[in-house]
């Protein structure tokens, strides 16, 4: 074998990382010193900016833990800030994208109990007001931002909870309890109206939900939707008793929508146009011990 064959062999035997033994945090022992990540150091399009790398291994700071990312979830506000689509600049000198994701803890900051090294979780937040998120080998984030995934839940499931969930807990829960009333929810079948028929029907309102293609019928029913209505289907003659309606999708021009909202106009919610005090706060984190929910 040519000695730079040979060569090329063993250096793919060898780890990636050059270990240093030595203890971080108050969690394990860790020998590695880099991980892989993807970064951008100036805005615009990924194939522009996108840089693929190795760099230092998060440390947990106080009241944090580190994630051994499975899954980084991509959400459009991710895609939207690369592109600076929101005039504001680099926030950061360095940033590692996306906010939401799900992996393992491997690692604990100070004032964190040790019983959270090993559990599966979700994340949300990560990269949000903060520079480095989840599309890296590791990551790590407050506490408050990590909950446990339920077992059967998977972590790429998990890795897309973030900010879809969050926005969707918002828009069902923001007016108050939606206990016993009717709950529209347009576009039911997407990232956002999936987990609002979800949290809706578990928080026991009767909801009905839209969607524009028969074969979504079937997530929609299966988040929970008491009727599923197609859009085409004189939807403003079947949307009736409505008490609390909400819509998620922000092309407001189409008719089916037009036709959804004006006879839901009495009680017209939408989640954009909110004054923020009525936000309510995120999901509620689970208390050391507790189950996730
Ligand atoms: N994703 C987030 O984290 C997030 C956060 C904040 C706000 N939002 C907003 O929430 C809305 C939904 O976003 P998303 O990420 O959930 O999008 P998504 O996954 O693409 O879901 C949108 C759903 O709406 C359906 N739809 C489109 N036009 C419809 C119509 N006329 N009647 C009934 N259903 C219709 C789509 O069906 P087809 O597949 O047939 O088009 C799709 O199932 C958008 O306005 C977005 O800007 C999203």
Same mark, same amino acid.
């Given at each position: 074998?040519p000695v730079?064959s040979?060569l090329?062999?063993?250096?793919?035997?060898l780890?990636?990382r050059?270990p240093s033994?030595q203890?971080r945090g108050?969690?394990?022992?860790d020998?590695?010193?880099k991980?892989?990540?993807a970064?951008y150091e100036?805005?615009?399009?990924?194939?522009d900016?996108?840089?693929?790398?190795?760099m230092?291994?998060?440390?947990?700071?106080?009241?944090?833990?580190?994630?051994?990312?499975a899954f980084?979830?991509?959400?459009?506000?991710d895609?939207?800030?690369r592109?600076d689509?929101?005039?504001v600049?680099?926030p950061?000198p360095?940033v590692?994208p996306?906010s939401?994701?799900?992996?393992?803890?491997?690692?604990?900051?100070?004032?964190?109990s040790r019983?959270?090294?090993g559990?599966?979780v979700w994340c949300?937040?990560?990269?949000?007001?903060?520079?480095?998120g989840?599309?890296?080998?590791?990551?790590?984030?407050p506490?408050?931002?990590?909950a446990? $995934?339920?077992?059967?839940v998977p972590?790429?499931? =998990? @890795? +897309?909870?973030?900010?879809p969930g969050i926005? &969707?807990?918002?828009? /069902?829960?923001?007016a108050?309890s939606?206990?016993?009333?009717?709950? $529209?929810v347009?576009g039911?079948?997407?990232a956002v =109206? @999936? +987990?609002?028929v979800?949290?809706?029907?578990q &928080?026991?309102?009767? /909801?009905?939900?839209?969607?524009?293609a028969e074969s979504?019928n079937?997530?929609?029913?299966?988040?929970?939707?008491?009727?599923?209505?197609?859009?085409g289907?004189?939807l403003a003659?079947?949307?009736?008793?409505?008490d609390l309606?909400m819509n998620?999708y922000?092309?407001?021009s189409?008719e089916?929508?037009r036709?959804?909202?004006k006879?839901a106009?009495?009680?017209?919610?939408r989640s954009d146009?909110?004054?923020?005090?009525?936000?309510p706060?995120?999901?509620?984190?689970?208390?050391?011990?507790e189950?996730a929910?």
């Open positions: 074998m730079v040979a090329a062999a063993i250096w793919r035997l780890p990636t050059i033994a203890t108050i969690g394990e022992l020998l590695r010193t991980m892989k990540a970064w100036k805005q615009g399009a990924a194939r900016v996108l840089i693929i790398g190795e230092d291994d998060p440390q947990p700071r106080t009241g944090e833990v580190r994630i051994r990312v980084s979830g991509v959400n459009p506000g895609v939207k800030k592109e689509a929101f005039g600049g680099m950061y360095r590692i996306h939401d994701g799900s992996g393992t803890v491997d690692l604990v900051g100070e004032g964190v019983e959270w090294v559990r599966r949300y937040g990560a990269q949000s007001y903060r520079p480095f989840t599309a890296a080998e590791y990551t790590a984030v506490l408050q931002q990590v446990q $995934l339920p077992e059967g972590l790429e499931q =998990g @890795a +897309c909870l973030g900010i926005t &969707a807990h918002r828009a /069902v829960h923001v108050g939606v206990k016993g009333k009717t709950v $529209l347009q039911g079948a997407g =109206g @999936a +987990c609002a979800q949290l809706a029907h &928080a026991g309102a009767r /909801v009905i939900a839209t969607c524009r979504d079937e997530i929609a029913s299966r988040a929970g939707a008491d009727e599923v209505l197609l859009t289907e004189k003659e079947r949307i009736r008793t409505l309606a998620v922000d092309k407001a189409d089916d929508i036709a959804g909202l006879v106009s009495k009680k017209l919610l146009l909110l004054p923020k005090d009525l936000l706060t995120t999901p509620k984190q689970p208390e050391e011990g189950s929910a």
